[in-house]
């Protein structure tokens, strides 16, 4: 260390220095000859600053070797980055590290060379995920005269020789002969500048991360997940103006109920957490072709960001996997997506899964080290689109209650009205998203709840709707109501009950066992040959009065065929008075015993409809019960 015998020149001109100073050692003699450190790393700094003004960057690398010629040996006090134009100006400490624009190297023990990287790399940022805690690091490096700072990595990355490696893909010159050499590189830089280098909180996904932070539309907390998921982030940047929109949503908005649940579903995405409701669905489908479904999309999608397919709006061309991981992404915000019939696959059978998408929860996934994946999560609306009915007969009542269904039969929107919506909602979207949250911000929790309450509580007087339709009607509703509030102001466009009352269910529409009556009525009808006594095929069973005597085995068939559970619907109909049991030894017994035709089998016996009943097929055996 230096000591107080030290002559101190007097004064420097810093003001004075020209790119010819850095090439003799009066300036760094004057820094060396400082009385103590904190004064030397004071002129060292200004030093510095005086070097970058005339071009000389490398000024603190220059005075470490000034400084190991006169101590006759390395030191590590003051070796610093000298790269030309770092991002942020950021000048690292990196100890018995070099590195200029020409790479990062030391000398080993034996004087050997070790090189980490053939050309500049640094940290530049530390993210802290604020739902899990991990931390990731953003590099920056220098090739071809230009710096790139694009590259996020886990810090899990940066301690694996063959992780490291996937860098590689990046332009980063690593391979498994410097790969240890680049970690312990970037572990240095990062130790040493722990408090120099900026720490930014972030996430991996979009809307609600905290109680009054909803992404993208805070500053302080940025976005450092998956790279396939940065084209829906930045599809949620603004463009355009807000007034073009509004001015046509408000229009439009008038046009049709199926407009104002597509608008208010896409709002209520970013209402449900706040309401404690369940994911839902709404879907948009007809079989005729230029309805104005994907205009429909458009628009809701406009709310939030790009609503170009691809962007904010999503192909149902996907997997579970795919869909899961979108809906964790997106946490908050609509998942939308375009052209239902894109999910089927060659035998007909739809590839979505709606129940499990609506649970809110993603699948429970192994570590290739042991343990569990973190579980993902979301609660969102999702805004869907199609030919055909998101769901079948044969889907059980969780996917059938949380789905309000809107067949679209007329066109909404002409060719040219189509066209000229599109193309002012192309050039202007993304602002509607961060005003509707920051109404629900300034409403609160509280209040947000009680005005839900109160909506549930109207629609309770409203038919015998079922308890999950229920609660997506009010979120529909509330989200519509704050909609217009803080941006509409259009009474004439609010949605109101009596138009969303057709499109939502009851307890009895929901039910699947009902279903599967309705399901076997049909296909008794159109099978009627097949239980008469001079059927020249095989029978399927015998119709005595008002009962159908179903052979068992058939009867499971066409249950298994459509998805129903044959068991569960048989109990189901037993607790209705809908089938005949008989007791066998001390067990009730769904099938009886009964010769037809001269063969003996069990039998389905099932109540048929009385006459009036089965001549009308709106009429259901349960409401007689």
Not at 256 to 264: G, Y
Not at 302 to 308: A, H, L, N, T
């Amino acid at each position: 260390m230096m000591n107080d015998s030290k002559v101190v020149p007097a004064f420097f001109d810093y003001e004075a220095v020209t790119r010819a100073t850095f090439d003799n050692p009066e300036a760094f003699e004057y820094v060396y000859n400082q009385p103590d450190k904190f004064s030397q790393h004071t002129e060292l700094g200004k030093l510095a600053d005086a070097g970058k003004r005339v071009g000389v960057h490398d000024v603190k690398g220059r005075y470490q070797s000034y400084v190991e010629t006169v101590r006759g040996g390395p030191t590590i006090d003051y070796s610093v980055t000298a790269f030309q134009d770092p991002p942020g100006d950021l000048e690292l400490q990196i100890g018995r590290w070099n590195g200029d624009d020409n790479g990062i190297w030391q000398t080993g023990p034996k004087g050997e060379l070790i090189e980490a990287c053939s050309h500049p790399i640094m940290p530049v940022e530390r993210f802290k995920n604020v739902d899990n805690g991990l931390e990731k690091i953003r590099l920056a490096f220098k090739r071809g005269g230009r710096w790139q700072d694009d590259i996020v990595v886990d810090k899990s990355v940066l301690a694996s020789p063959q992780r490291i490696l996937d860098l590689a893909d990046h332009g980063i010159s690593v391979t498994s002969e410097n790969a240890k050499a680049l970690i312990k590189f970037l572990q240095d830089a990062e130790s040493m500048n722990y408090g120099l280098i900026p720490i930014t909180q972030s996430t991996t996904r979009l809307g609600w991360v905290k109680p009054e932070v909803f992404l993208p539309y805070d500053a302080n907390i940025v976005y450092d997940g998956d790279a396939s998921f940065r084209h829906m982030f930045d599809a949620t940047q603004p463009v355009g103006k807000f007034e073009p929109w509004l001015d046509l949503v408000r229009d439009v908005r008038r046009k049709d109920v199926a407009v104002k649940i597509a608008l208010a579903a896409s709002f209520a995405s970013a209402l449900l957490v706040k309401i404690n409701s369940l994911s839902m669905f709404t879907h948009f489908w007809s079989s005729e072709s230029a309805t104005g479904k994907t205009v429909i999309l458009m628009l809701a999608a406009s709310i939030w960001g790009d609503p170009e397919m691809g962007r904010f709006v999503q192909s149902f061309n996907t997997t579970d996997v795919a869909s899961e991981w979108t809906c964790a992404f997106l946490n908050s915000m609509p998942l939308i997506m375009d052209e239902l019939q894109l999910a089927y696959d060659r035998y007909g059978n739809l590839r979505f899964n709606v129940y499990k998408i609506s649970q809110g929860v993603g699948r429970a996934r192994g570590r290739k080290t042991g343990g569990i994946e973190r579980t993902t999560n979301w609660r969102l609306c999702c805004i869907t689109s199609g030919e055909t009915p998101l769901t079948n007969m044969s889907d059980g009542a969780g996917a059938y209650a949380r789905i309000v269904d809107v067949q679209i039969m007329d066109q909404i929107f002409g060719l040219e009205d189509g066209q000229r919506i599109t193309k002012i909602i192309r050039e202007n979207f993304g602002h509607a998203g961060r005003k509707f949250v920051q109404a629900l911000l300034e409403i609160g929790e509280e209040g947000l709840q009680a005005r839900y309450g109160e909506i549930v509580r109207t629609i309770n007087g409203a038919g015998d709707i079922q308890d999950k339709q229920r609660m997506a009607a009010a979120a529909l509703l509330l989200a519509d109501e704050i909609a217009d509030e803080a941006l509409f102001k259009d009474d004439q466009g609010r949605l109101g009950i009596e138009e969303l009352r057709p499109h939502l269910l009851t307890s009895e529409d929901v039910s699947p066992t009902k279903r599967a009556y309705e399901y076997l009525m049909d296909w008794i009808s159109i099978n009627g040959a097949r239980f008469e006594d001079d059927s020249p095929h095989d029978r399927y069973g015998v119709i005595e009065g008002n009962w159908a005597y179903v052979v068992k085995s058939q009867f499971d068939k066409v249950m298994k065929d459509e998805g129903f559970s044959s068991r569960a619907v048989l109990s189901a109909w037993n607790k209705e008075g809908l089938i005949q049991t008989e007791i066998e030894q001390g067990k009730t017994r769904f099938a009886v015993k009964k010769s037809v035709a001269g063969r003996r089998a069990r039998h389905v016996i099932v109540r048929l409809p009385d006459e009036e009943e089965w001549l009308e097929p709106q009429a259901s055996i349960f409401e007689d019960n």
